[in-house]
């Protein structure tokens, strides 16, 4: 059974720059997607950003481009979110999840992920 956990969230100024990590343990592949989501109160589920698994090519959302990027160590089953020049609206929950069957066209969407991790709280203060 695949697990994965968050860490790495806290308070940030606008700004700034933190670091998420993402640790999966148990039957995982280098072959799967890993992905990072947010959810802002009262929104839905986002994606942020993920590394595909087929390709290994990393999609970014246009809202982080150029400010967010992903570093993935299969060997250490690891995802490091790095963000950077945060704003208040990347305030969040990130989570952390894991796909064993997403395709390209379904890379965005958080129904195409089979395993969640608990998430991290990032709250951007003005």
């Known amino acids: 059974q695949v697990q994965v956990a968050e860490s790495g969230g806290g308070l940030a100024q606008v700004g700034d720059s933190l670091r998420l990590s993402c640790v999966a343990s148990?039957?995982?592949?280098?072959?799967?997607?890993m992905a990072w989501f947010r959810q802002a109160p009262g929104e839905e589920r986002e994606f942020v950003i993920g590394s595909f698994r087929s390709n290994g090519i990393t999609y970014v959302a246009d809202s982080v481009k150029g400010r967010f990027t992903i570093a993935r160590d299969n060997a250490k089953k690891t995802l490091t979110l790095h963000m950077s020049a945060l704003k208040p609206e990347d305030t969040g929950i990130y989570y952390c999840a894991v796909g064993t069957r997403t395709i390209l066209s379904t890379l965005r969407q958080s129904s195409a992920y089979d395993v969640w991790g608990q998430g991290t709280q990032v709250t951007v203060s003005s």
């Open positions: 148990g039957r995982t592949r280098s072959t799967d997607s």
